[in-house]
């Protein structure tokens, strides 16, 4: 059974920091492509930042130069740190894996505030 699950979300006033880290519990073999994606409000669904092939990264025009992928070697712990936080990256963080034998999987999200 796999599950993954994200955690690290939470409140941050503009400019600020926060690291969401993406646990993948089973089998982690085999992992294609893992990324992370968002959800704001009214909003639909979009990739954020995400590893494509080996270690080669794809990140949105909107958080380049702002936000960091990584993975651990095992692949099982993924994060992305995330700094200048602006109000519009607002929205529920959700981690992504995909293996090669095509089960394809999501977090369950993890809410991402950024106010004043």
Do not use: H
């Amino acid at each position: 059974q796999v599950q993954l699950v994200e955690s690290g979300g939470g409140l941050v006033q503009p400019g600020g920091s926060l690291r969401l880290s993406c646990a993948v519990s089973g089998n982690s073999r085999n992992l294609n492509v893992m990324g992370w994606y968002r959800q704001g409000p009214g909003k639909q669904r979009e990739p954020v930042a995400r590893f494509i092939g080996g270690d080669a990264t794809l990140y949105a025009d909107s958080v380049k130069g702002r936000f960091t992928i990584s993975r651990d070697n095992g692949r099982a712990t993924m994060t992305l740190q995330m700094n200048s936080l602006k109000p519009e990256d607002t929205a529920v963080y959700y981690c992504r894996a995909v293996w090669t034998w095509g089960g394809d999987y999501w977090g369950q999200g993890t809410q991402v505030t950024v106010s004043s």
